[in-house]
């Protein structure tokens, strides 16, 4: 049984009036958003936001070698699945090993009387540091 | 075009110290790189499947290294 008074809500179209009680904080909650509004516009004329500047500081990349070229090739090489971690590794050996010969090929451009690494710096430095890897 | 892209190795080579790279070093350097990879990749596939598995992972290439 319903209690008395009470009526079940309207439901569709039916047209319905809202009580005065119900309008009030509505126009209380739009009048606190438009002093809101007009807040925001007098901080943006007088630049204010320059002090609250939120700084973004990016994660640097520890990788100068893409992973995904690499693990292609290790997967087209063996013909098997290449495991997320393993090209990560794959990329970290490659990129030691780009270091040793670097730095083999710098000392012998430089006691040669050049800047630019050339080809052959390259293939010597390689052929003294391949024992080691 | 498949493999490691030459733009990358320029960067790596300027950031371990080299002042100026030629073209042809850079291409050099991509072609051993690449047969360092076979080499240590069919290492590595080896040491998977007599463990049984179908995946290569990282512990395989740390001992194909090795």
Redesign the interface.
Known sequence: MRPEGFEPPSVGLEPTILPDYTIAPILIYNFISFLKYLFLCFLKITNLFKSFKIKVYMAKREN???FS??G???A????????K??R???TK???E???A???K??LISEHSGR?????K???LA?QQIKED? | MVGIPLSALENLMKEKGAERVADDARVELKKILENYLYDLSLKASKIASHSGRKTINSGDLLIAKK
């Open positions: 100068l070698l893409p070229p690499i292609a090739l290790i087209t090489n063996t013909g098997k699945r290449v495991a971690e393993a990560e590794t794959a050996l490659l990129e090993l780009t270091e010969i670097v730095k090929a710098i800047k630019t690494i050339k080809a710096d390259i293939n390689f890897f």
